[in-house]
């Protein structure tokens, strides 16, 4: 077994490379089922967050995921190949153990990446593309991060994204309560940012989605309302503050309606929070005078504050999950032991069945139980013994010598 856990993150890549590699929810099923199909991969789990895409994989040849993930996003490898990390056997179960439990978040003790992994797991399920190993990888994972959890305080005083777009509008706008906030999409971090919008009062609350009924829902929980996608240009002009995180491959707020935007309000300011991966709004609205856009990398500083808690909590986290990598190691080499441990006991099994056999016909033949037993036995161990008294017999030198220690050791021989 060969584990592997290769892709992009925060650390490696900019958001423009990673908006290119990362997968919509709806296709990653289809995606896992084409990687494990025409590809040298047993088993695959793919994680496509804002912060990262990964793969991790029970393979022998990494390579050959990586050419998948460029080939499947039409990029060139050498596009992306600088920004990849391919980890191996332990340091992707540390990787593995270190993301579930928020120690490679953008935000160091984050909570969400675990239900994010979790998510990911259930997709692999359904494809049929977790197997024996991956499946022991993820539930030590979990397992894992709920310790450091629950040990440490690795959560404690971290502030998340949606709670870094309110402080940041508060830097830009004092008090929000005037202000009217419009939401783009329904998903689980405009949930969050919502929530956190909401605890301020703005004086309204809109929520934009493909389908109404979603965006009804979140609003009314909210004492907002909601609009269609498609009234987006004709109301975009309403809005102080535009915070935007949807699954579309492609901008769906661009330039010229941001332009139009601007111009009804007179160059009142806008700000824009864009947390989509790929992004949202397209980059020109950035060049605006009189909008104020960030993206998910350019809230890293604010995220960072409270920083020296979560890092004293970190050292305990790191301290767990090596021991706990240990572990998951000695279970990983003790599963590579089992088709030799299985031939062994095969062969000696057949010795036995034909020894068995010699010595019911001799009592079948009336021969004396007694002798027959005696026969039974000096045969077995004669054949058992066989094998490594002849490699001792013929092994010289050095080799002898480590041979003679390692069957002591095997036969526990004081």
Not at 258 to 275: G, Q, S, Y
Not at 313 to 342: K, N, Y
């Amino acid at each position: 077994m060969h584990l592997f856990a290769l892709g992009v993150n925060h650390t490696t890549a900019p958001l423009s490379i990673r908006e290119h590699v990362a997968f919509q929810s709806e296709s990653l099923g289809q995606a896992l089922r084409d990687l494990v199909a025409h590809h040298p991969v047993k088993e695959a789990a793919i994680l496509s967050t804002c912060n990262r895409t990964e793969l991790y994989c029970n393979t022998d040849q990494p390579q050959a995921a990586l050419d998948w993930l460029a080939q499947y996003h039409r990029l060139q490898l050498s596009s992306i190949q600088p920004y990849t990390y391919a980890l191996n056997n332990n340091e992707a179960v540390k990787h593995a153990f270190r993301v579930a439990s928020g120690l490679d978040s953008m935000v160091l003790g984050e909570p969400q990446i675990l239900g994010q992994m979790k998510q990911a797991v259930k997709v692999a399920e359904h494809a049929g593309t977790l197997g024996t190993l991956l499946h022991k990888l993820f539930q030590n994972t979990f397992a894992v991060a709920k310790e450091v959890r629950t040990t440490t305080d690795i959560g404690a005083s971290s502030v998340s994204m949606a709670a870094a777009s309110v402080k940041l509008a508060q830097r830009i706008f004092g008090d929000l309560k005037p202000l009217k906030v419009l939401f783009i999409g329904a998903g689980e971090m405009i949930e969050l940012c919502a929530e956190h919008f909401a605890a301020q009062q703005p004086a309204i609350i809109t929520v934009a989605n493909r389908t109404l009924e979603r965006g009804v829902a979140l609003a009314s929980r909210l004492g907002g309302n909601a609009i269609m996608l498609a009234e987006l240009p004709e109301h975009l002009h309403q809005f102080d503050i535009v915070i935007t995180c949807t699954a579309s491959q492609l901008p769906i707020v661009g330039l010229g309606m941001v332009e139009r935007a601007i111009k009804t309000r007179k160059h009142k300011p806008i700000f824009m929070v864009d947390l989509a991966v790929p992004r949202d709004v397209e980059l020109e609205v950035a060049d605006l005078d009189d909008v104020f856009l960030y993206s998910v990398d350019d809230l890293a500083e604010i995220v960072q504050e409270g920083m020296g808690n979560r890092q004293l909590a970190a050292v305990e986290a790191e301290i767990i999950i090596d021991v706990r990598v240990g572990h998951f190691m000695h279970w990983l080499q003790s599963r590579e032991t089992v088709p030799t441990i299985r031939a062994l006991r095969d062969q000696a099994e057949r010795t036995r069945r034909h020894e068995m056999e010699k010595a019911l016909k001799l009592l079948s033949r009336g021969e004396d139980p007694q002798q027959v037993l005696e026969q039974l036995g000096h045969a077995l161990t004669n054949k058992f013994l066989h094998a490594p008294s002849h490699a001792l017999n013929t092994t010289t030198g050095d080799d002898r010598a480590a041979l003679e220690a390692l069957m002591r050791q095997l036969y526990q021989i004081l």
